[in-house]
């Protein structure tokens, strides 16, 4: 069964979380019995770092956690511990974020307001933000524009696998076709894409035009996506594009508000079908532009 590494080590970390409370040890107590600090415990609990199969198995045994329970916690710290193909190359430490939750998606839900959404760029549009991007800003590893050109690469070539998300469900602000992110002869090919991208298996891809009017006006302040996982125990992620860093969310609460606001864009969108219209009209006016 697909999942996300890291969302495997969340998963986990309740789950020892749950089971040491419920045998009323502490931290430190829990520790001393396996013989680990009780910040290696307070970590795992907080879904950092892979986990070790072995001292997962010893806090089993420590908590007295036996039968499906524990075959579920060993399981959990099987996956939480995979190394995802994102981290045999170099990659700043967004794009392995998106790589990592993509990789074990079963939906992708995005939204975006100003660019086109990664997996859906051509390699010409990516190499024109790159060039006017500050890339010091997107990780804390150094990144030229070929590494972000290769680890583009790698995540479309995950969406497109057979193996790859069920759906793929995307609205674009109608300011991503209109304004110029790129060389109005570089947006014209990239607009022509996505209109053409939506009649692909499992790619819905839908506009938000300016005039749209979402109900209550909850009007998103930045782009998102949401990613659900075939194991329903898996916790549904949003992920919160800003600036400088993503924002990650996994508690009920706080995706549910990103879920709401989804439903919400999705009744104020264009038809796929009008959709690909303004996506093609946009087109042919960057290439009037641009001659």
Known sequence: MRSSPTVRRHRLGRELREQRERAKLTHAKLGNEIGVSAAKISRLENGQGRPDEIV????????????????ELVELA???AVHGWWTSQPMDRRQATYA???SGAQTIREYQSTIVPGLL???????SVCETDDLTLVGSIPTTSEAVLRARSGRQTMLWDPDGPQSYEVIIHEVVARGFSAPPEILASQ?????????????????????AKVHGYMVPRGPFSLYTFEDRKDPVVAAVDTLTAD?????????????????RLQKAALSTEDSAALLTEAAAEMERISS
Do not use: C, K
């Open 121 to 127: 760029q051509i390699e010409a549009y990516t190499q």
């Open 247 to 263: 924002v990650v969310l996994m508690e009920g609460n706080e995706v549910g508000q990103y879920e709401s606001l989804w439903e």
């Open 56 to 71: 997962i198995r010893q806090i089993a045994d420590a908590l007295d956690v036996t039968g499906d329970d524990r075959a």
């Open 78 to 80: 099987r996956t939480a």
């Open 100 to 102: 990592d939750f993509e």
């Open 191 to 211: 607009l022509h894409y996505l209109a053409s991208v939506g009649s692909r298996r499992r790619v819905t891809l839908r506009v938000l035009p300016v005039s």
